[in-house]
């Protein structure tokens, strides 16, 4: 759609003045279309600034996630083809949790703008103010529930994919489903499973991304290790498109886990940030320190200890250490 391109062009420049001339060449049609586009997009919230002999810059985005927008432009097979989006709900997952109870179709998105029990990995607290992403799919895949796992890793390649195509962000992932930019995380996967003893029902793949918030308003001591999209691409970034373009990115990898999981290893081994480093894994009973060597193939981080031994962690808090001297949890 020339219209998102126009705008990811925008997005892209930051505060920089973008030329009629150069988008029209870039986008192969007139600069009288560019126009029209642009005029099309101040309809839709859009402020954006003409000047003359500079071109065109992104002042601001609307603020809301466009439902209507998101229907429009989801060409997916699956994921996404049905989007709840709330404008509060205790929790994305649990709502979906309760939908995929009750029938609600595979694929089936339930977003929302704010959530006021957002849920996070191992018990805690994901605060969920205006300006970010919070999404949660409902997946039915035929598999055994030992393979749960690695439709976490999915989703995190899914989603790194995303930001790297919507953004200039570099995002990788952080062992197992956190999602960084640089030394600092800007979101993370949940995902929650209902099961027979050798088949799933279902999961729910929860999505927490920060996006537009200022992060400014995070407790201290989350904000000093957590950073948003828009603080590292310098301008606000669009979560209607960010939102499509994860669903998009959700339906191209969940194919290709139900075909061949081995692929999505590969993948998140390419995005990771962890295999190669020294870390410190604490779980509920142990805590080892060694080398990441590799994940296997049920998604375990496999561990090599001070004393050569190998060592797998299905799950755990794993702590960086930085290159150098210092020791700090990312
Ligand atoms: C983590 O601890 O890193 C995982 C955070 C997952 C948060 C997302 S936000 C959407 C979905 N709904 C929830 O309650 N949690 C997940």
Known sequence: MTKDDILRLLTISKSAFV???KLALKLNITRAAVWKHIKALEQEGYEIEAVPSKGYRLMSIPDAINLRDIEAAVKTKMIG??????????????????????????????????????KGRLGRTWISPKGNLYLSVILRPKIAPNKA????????????????KQTEVHAQIKWPNDIFSGERKIGGLLTEMRAEP??????????????NM????????????????????????????LLVEIASELD????????????ILRAWEAMNMTIG?????SSANETIQGTAEAI????????????????????GDVTLVKRGTDTETL
């Open 149 to 164: 796992p690695l439709v976490t890793l999915m989703g995190a390649v899914a989603v790194v994919s995303a930001i790297r």
């Open 19 to 21: 030329s009629g001339e």
């Open 214 to 241: 200022n992060a400014a308003s995070l407790p201290p001591a989350v904000a000093s290790l957590a950073t948003t999209l828009s603080a590292e691409t310098g301008s606000p970034v669009n979560r209607t498109g």
């Open 296 to 315: 296997d193939h049920d998604g375990r981080l496999v561990i090599r200890t001070i004393d050569g031994a190998l060592q797998a962690v299905a799950a």
């Open 277 to 281: 480093r020294q870390v410190t894994v």
């Open 81 to 118: 083809r049905k989007v709840h989006l709330l404008a509060e709900v205790e929790s994305t997952n649990s709502a979906a949790v309760e939908m995929a109870a009750a029938g609600a179709p595979e694929g089936t998105i339930v977003a929302a703008e704010v959530q006021t029990g957002g």
């Open 198 to 211: 050798d088949q799933v029902r279902h999961i729910v793949l929860g999505i927490g991304l920060n996006v």
């Open 252 to 263: 191209r990898w969940y194919q290709t886990f139900l075909k061949n999981d081995a692929e």
